[in-house]
C-alpha cells in the first residue's frame, strides 16, 4: 500500500510543483489590484471555483488513466486489496489537492501574517480548511461519478452547491457539513472502486447514498420540466396567466406600478383621508427598504462568506479593521505599516492591554457610510476627528436587526425583525447621543422579514407597504397598508389577502411537493445557493411548520403515491426480494417523486439490458430468426 502511494505520487509530482507556483503567481497578480487580507466578489469566485474544479478534474483524470483496460487489469490484481489500492490512490491524490489547492493559500496568509500588521485572524486558516474539504468532496465525487455503473451518477456533482455554502453559518455547523459531505462522497467513491461494478446496485447502501446524492439535480429537472408541460403551451395558446391583467393575484399586484399598487390598496380602506391619499400617490415617491438581508453577522465567519468590515479615515492612509479574534477594531496606517490604535465599544485606544472584556465588541458588525457599525442589537458612530463611539440606538431583548441602515425622505430608516423603525436623519448622522425614534412600526403577522417594505410620502406622514408571498402561511400572499402620521399616530389602512392564484397550487409550491420531507429539510439545515426562491425562512420553513391546504395535501399524497406505484413496477421488472422491495416502499414515503427518478436513473442500464434480452427472446423475433436462418440454407 505505501508502495503504492508513493507511485501515485510521484506520478504527479512535477505536476503538482508547476500549480502551485502558478497558484502563487495569481495570488501575486491579485495583490496587486486588491489587498491580499480583502475580500473582493473575484477573489471569492477564484477561492471557491479553485477546490470545486482542481477536485473534478483531478478526479476525472486520474481515475479515467487507471481505468484503461490495461492498467485497469494491472492496478486490481496486485497483491493487495482492492479497498487498500483505493485508499493509497486516494491519499496520494489527496496530497496533490492539498498541495495545488491550499498549500499556496497557506503560504501566502503565513507570509502577511508573520511580515506585516494586517489582520489574519484563526478564520482565515479555518478557511483554508474548509476549501480543502471541498476540493476532498469535489475529488471523491468525481471519481464516484466516473466509476459507478449508472452514467447518471454525474448529477451528484450538483451537490457541491451544498457543500460550498453561500449563508453565514457557526464554524460548528460548518464542520460537521464537511465532515458529513467528505464521509458520504468518500463513501460512494470507495464502493464504487470494484472490479465487478454491475453488482454495487444490489448493495442497498450504495443505492441508498447514490439515490440521496441525485436528488438535488433530479428537483432541479422536475422544475424545469413545469415550463414544457406548463408554461410553454399555455404561452403557445395565448392563455398564460401573464397575459391575463384582470387577474387578482399577488403576482399581477407586484408587476404594477407602484403608486397603482398602492391606491388599489388605498380604496380598500375605511380610512376618511383615502381620497386624498389617493391623490398624492400619483404624485409621490416610492422608497424601497433595502432587498439585501443582514446576514447575521458572527464572529469567526469563513473568509469566503463574511464581508470585510473596514472603516477608512479621512486621509485615506489609516485603515481601521476588526479582528475577529481579538473582537475590536485595529487600526493601521498603509504606508508605514505601523499599527495606531485599537477601537471597541467604549472608544479609541492606544494599547489592547487598555481594552477590558467588557469593552470588545459581543457581535460581529458591518459598516455603513464609513461611520455606522452596525451588529445584531446595536448601532454605534464612528467620529474620527474627535475620536469618540457614539451608541446610536439599541434594540430591545430579543429583537435584532434584520436590514442594514437605510435613508429616505430626510429619515433614516432601519427594520428589525419586530419592527421598522424611522429617526430624523439630521439628528442620526450629527447628534452625539444615543436617539429615540420618531416612529416605531410593528410588524404585520409577526413575521420577521417580508419580501417587500416600501414607503411613500405623503403630506401629513408617510405610508408604508408589506408584502408578501407568505403573509398569512405558507402560499397564502397578503399585504397590509399602515399610515404613520408625523405626530406618531399608525392607522392600518388596510390588511388584504389575495384570493386568486396566479398558477395552480402544484406549479407553486413545486419544490415543495415534489419533495416535502428531503429537500425541504436540506434546504432549512444546510443554506446554499440550492434555496429556492420561492421557498420561506421561518416561520414556515420546515414542513411542520406549514398549514397545507386540502389540495396542496393531495398533490403531495399523489406524488408519494407515484413513486410507490413507479417503485412496484421497477422491483417487478428487477425480480427484488420482498425484503428490499418493502424497504424501498418505505423509503418512497419520504423520498417522494425525485427519489423514484434517482432510483429510475441509477437502474436506467439494468433495465435496458432487460427490455433488450426481453426483446430478443420473444416469440416474434426467434419467429423472424428462425426466417433469416432458412433464407441461408
Same mark, same amino acid.
Given at each position: 500500500?505505501?508502495?503504492?502511494?508513493?507511485?501515485?505520487?510521484?506520478?504527479?509530482?512535477?505536476?503538482?510543483?508547476?500549480?502551485?507556483?502558478?497558484?502563487?503567481?495569481?495570488?501575486?497578480?491579485?495583490?496587486?489590484?486588491?489587498?491580499?487580507?480583502?475580500?473582493?466578489?473575484?477573489?471569492?469566485?477564484?477561492?471557491?471555483?479553485?477546490?470545486?474544479?482542481?477536485?473534478?478534474?483531478?478526479?476525472?483524470?486520474?481515475?479515467?488513466?487507471?481505468?484503461r483496460k490495461n492498467h485497469w487489469t494491472f492496478l486490481v490484481h496486485r497483491p493487495v486489496s482492492i479497498a487498500r489500492i483505493h485508499l493509497a490512490i486516494s491519499l496520494a491524490n489527496i496530497c496533490f489537492l492539498f498541495c495545488v489547492v491550499c498549500l499556496p493559500i497557506l503560504l501566502v496568509f503565513g507570509f502577511v501574517d508573520l511580515s506585516s500588521n494586517q489582520v489574519v485572524d484563526i478564520r482565515h486558516y479555518l478557511t483554508v480548511l474548509h476549501l480543502f474539504a471541498l476540493a476532498i468532496c469535489s475529488y471523491f465525487f468525481a471519481s464516484y461519478a466516473l466509476l459507478s455503473p449508472a452514467k447518471a451518477s454525474f448529477m451528484a456533482l450538483w451537490t457541491l452547491l451544498l457543500v460550498q455554502g453561500g449563508v453565514s453559518l457557526p464554524l460548528w455547523q460548518i464542520a460537521i457539513i464537511d465532515m458529513s459531505f467528505i464521509a458520504l462522497s468518500f463513501y460512494l467513491a470507495h464502493k464504487s472502486f470494484q472490479i465487478n461494478t454491475d453488482s454495487l446496485l444490489k448493495n442497498k447502501g450504495f443505492v441508498l447514498a447514490s439515490v440521496l446524492v441525485l436528488q438535488p439535480f433530479v428537483l432541479i429537472i422536475l422544475m424545469a420540466a413545469s415550463g414544457l408541460y406548463y408554461h410553454l403551451p399555455?404561452?403557445?395558446?395565448?392563455?398564460?396567466?401573464?397575459?391575463?391583467?384582470?387577474?387578482?393575484?399577488?403576482?399581477?399586484?407586484?408587476?404594477?406600478?407602484?403608486?397603482?399598487?398602492?391606491?388599489?390598496?388605498?380604496?380598500?380602506?375605511?380610512?376618511?383621508?383615502?381620497?386624498?391619499?389617493? %391623490?398624492?400617490?400619483?404624485?409621490?415617491?416610492?422608497?424601497? =427598504?433595502?432587498?439585501?438581508?443582514?446576514?447575521?453577522?458572527?464572529?469567526?465567519?469563513?473568509?469566503?462568506?463574511?464581508?470585510?468590515?473596514?472603516?477608512?479615515?479621512?486621509?485615506?492612509?489609516?485603515?481601521?479593521?476588526?479582528?475577529?479574534?481579538?473582537?475590536?477594531?485595529?487600526?493601521?496606517?498603509?504606508?508605514?505599516?505601523?499599527?495606531?490604535?485599537?477601537?471597541?465599544?467604549?472608544?479609541?485606544?492606544?494599547?489592547?492591554?487598555?481594552?477590558?472584556?467588557?469593552?470588545?465588541?459581543?457581535?460581529?458588525? =458591518?459598516?455603513?457610510?464609513?461611520?455606522?457599525?452596525?451588529?445584531?442589537?446595536?448601532?454605534?458612530?464612528?467620529?474620527?476627528?474627535? %475620536?469618540?463611539?457614539?451608541?446610536?440606538?439599541?434594540?430591545?431583548?430579543?429583537?435584532?436587526?434584520?436590514?442594514?441602515?437605510?435613508?429616505?425622505?430626510? %429619515?433614516?430608516?432601519?427594520?428589525?425583525?419586530?419592527?421598522?423603525?424611522?429617526?430624523?436623519?439630521?439628528?442620526?448622522?450629527?447628534?452625539?447621543?444615543?436617539?429615540?425614534?420618531?416612529?416605531?412600526?410593528?410588524?404585520?403577522?409577526?413575521?420577521?422579514?417580508?419580501?417587500?417594505?416600501?414607503?411613500?410620502?405623503?403630506?401629513?406622514?408617510?405610508?408604508?407597504?408589506?408584502?408578501?408571498?407568505?403573509?398569512?402561511?405558507?402560499?397564502?400572499?397578503?399585504?397590509?397598508?399602515?399610515?404613520?402620521?408625523?405626530?406618531?399616530?399608525?392607522?392600518?389602512?388596510?390588511?388584504?389577502?389575495?384570493?386568486?392564484?396566479?398558477?395552480?397550487?402544484?406549479?407553486?409550491?413545486?419544490?415543495?411537493?415534489?419533495?416535502?420531507?428531503?429537500?425541504?429539510?436540506?434546504?432549512?439545515?444546510?443554506?446554499?445557493?440550492?434555496?429556492?426562491?420561492?421557498?420561506?425562512?421561518?416561520?414556515?420553513?420546515?414542513?411542520?411548520?406549514?398549514?397545507?391546504?386540502?389540495?396542496?395535501?393531495?398533490?403531495?399524497?399523489?406524488?408519494?403515491?407515484?413513486?410507490?406505484?413507479?417503485?412496484?413496477?421497477?422491483?417487478?421488472?428487477?425480480?427484488?426480494?420482498?425484503?428490499?422491495?418493502?424497504?424501498?416502499?418505505?423509503?418512497?414515503?419520504?423520498?417522494?417523486?425525485?427519489?423514484?427518478?434517482?432510483?429510475?436513473?441509477?437502474?436506467?442500464?439494468?433495465?435496458?439490458?432487460?427490455?433488450?434480452?426481453?426483446?430478443?427472446?420473444?416469440?416474434?423475433?426467434?419467429?423472424?430468426?428462425?426466417?433469416?436462418?432458412? %433464407?441461408?440454407?
Amino acid at each position: 500500500m505505501k508502495l503504492l502511494f508513493l507511485t501515485e505520487w510521484r506520478r504527479y509530482q512535477r505536476l503538482a510543483g508547476l500549480l502551485v507556483l502558478l497558484h502563487l503567481f495569481l495570488w501575486t497578480i491579485m495583490s496587486n489590484f486588491v489587498p491580499t487580507m480583502m475580500m473582493h466578489p473575484m477573489k471569492q469566485l477564484f477561492l471557491l471555483a479553485l477546490p470545486c474544479v482542481g477536485g473534478i478534474a483531478f478526479g476525472l483524470i486520474s481515475m479515467g488513466l487507471h481505468r484503461r483496460k490495461n492498467h485497469w487489469t494491472f492496478l486490481v490484481h496486485r497483491p493487495v486489496s482492492i479497498a487498500r489500492i483505493h485508499l493509497a490512490i486516494s491519499l496520494a491524490n489527496i496530497c496533490f489537492l492539498f498541495c495545488v489547492v491550499c498549500l499556496p493559500i497557506l503560504l501566502v496568509f503565513g507570509f502577511v501574517d508573520l511580515s506585516s500588521n494586517q489582520v489574519v485572524d484563526i478564520r482565515h486558516y479555518l478557511t483554508v480548511l474548509h476549501l480543502f474539504a471541498l476540493a476532498i468532496c469535489s475529488y471523491f465525487f468525481a471519481s464516484y461519478a466516473l466509476l459507478s455503473p449508472a452514467k447518471a451518477s454525474f448529477m451528484a456533482l450538483w451537490t457541491l452547491l451544498l457543500v460550498q455554502g453561500g449563508v453565514s453559518l457557526p464554524l460548528w455547523q460548518i464542520a460537521i457539513i464537511d465532515m458529513s459531505f467528505i464521509a458520504l462522497s468518500f463513501y460512494l467513491a470507495h464502493k464504487s472502486f470494484q472490479i465487478n461494478t454491475d453488482s454495487l446496485l444490489k448493495n442497498k447502501g450504495f443505492v441508498l447514498a447514490s439515490v440521496l446524492v441525485l436528488q438535488p439535480f433530479v428537483l432541479i429537472i422536475l422544475m424545469a420540466a413545469s415550463g414544457l408541460y406548463y408554461h410553454l403551451p399555455l404561452a403557445v395558446m395565448g392563455d398564460h396567466p401573464n397575459n391575463n391583467e384582470s387577474l387578482n393575484s399577488y403576482q399581477n399586484f407586484i408587476s404594477k406600478d407602484r403608486d397603482q399598487s398602492f391606491q388599489q390598496l388605498v380604496s380598500l380602506s375605511d380610512h376618511p383621508d383615502k381620497q386624498t391619499l389617493y %391623490r398624492q400617490l400619483s404624485l409621490s415617491e416610492f422608497q424601497f =427598504i433595502s432587498y439585501k438581508s443582514l446576514a447575521s453577522p458572527r464572529f469567526q465567519q469563513l473568509f469566503t462568506v463574511a464581508k470585510d468590515v473596514i472603516l477608512v479615515e479621512a486621509n485615506q492612509e489609516i485603515q481601521w479593521v476588526l479582528s475577529h479574534d481579538k473582537r475590536v477594531f485595529i487600526g493601521r496606517h498603509n504606508k508605514t505599516d505601523n499599527i495606531v490604535g485599537y477601537m471597541g465599544t467604549t472608544g479609541f485606544y492606544d494599547t489592547l492591554e487598555q481594552l477590558t472584556e467588557s469593552d470588545k465588541f459581543e457581535q460581529a458588525v =458591518i459598516v455603513t457610510d464609513n461611520q455606522f457599525l452596525q451588529s445584531g442589537r446595536q448601532i454605534y458612530q464612528v467620529n474620527f476627528a474627535d %475620536r469618540k463611539l457614539v451608541l446610536k440606538h439599541q434594540l430591545p431583548a430579543g429583537e435584532y436587526y434584520t436590514k442594514p441602515i437605510k435613508n429616505m425622505f430626510e %429619515r433614516t430608516v432601519i427594520q428589525s425583525n419586530k419592527a421598522t423603525y424611522l429617526f430624523e436623519q439630521v439628528d442620526f448622522y450629527f447628534a452625539s447621543k444615543q436617539l429615540t425614534p420618531q416612529h416605531r412600526v410593528t410588524h404585520p403577522n409577526n413575521l420577521p422579514s417580508y419580501q417587500e417594505v416600501i414607503l411613500s410620502e405623503m403630506q401629513d406622514g408617510f405610508l408604508i407597504r408589506y408584502l408578501d408571498p407568505h403573509f398569512y402561511g405558507y402560499l397564502q400572499p397578503g399585504a397590509q397598508l399602515k399610515y404613520v402620521h408625523h405626530d406618531g399616530e399608525i392607522d392600518t389602512l388596510v390588511s388584504y389577502a389575495f384570493t386568486e392564484s396566479h398558477v395552480p397550487t402544484v406549479i407553486a409550491g413545486q419544490t415543495f411537493v415534489m419533495s416535502p420531507f428531503v429537500m425541504n429539510i436540506v434546504n432549512g439545515l444546510v443554506p446554499s445557493q440550492l434555496f429556492f426562491a420561492n421557498e420561506p425562512y421561518h416561520p414556515y420553513q420546515y414542513v411542520w411548520q406549514r398549514e397545507l391546504s386540502l389540495s396542496l395535501l393531495l398533490w403531495i399524497i399523489a406524488g408519494v403515491l407515484t413513486a410507490i406505484l413507479g417503485t412496484l413496477v421497477l422491483a417487478k421488472y428487477l425480480a427484488w426480494s420482498k425484503q428490499t422491495c418493502m424497504f424501498w416502499l418505505g423509503l418512497m414515503l419520504i423520498f417522494s417523486l425525485p427519489g423514484f427518478i434517482a432510483l429510475l436513473f441509477l437502474y436506467s442500464l439494468p433495465l435496458f439490458r432487460l427490455w433488450r434480452t426481453n426483446r430478443n427472446n420473444s416469440p416474434k423475433a426467434r419467429l423472424n430468426t428462425s426466417f433469416k436462418e432458412q %433464407r441461408y440454407v
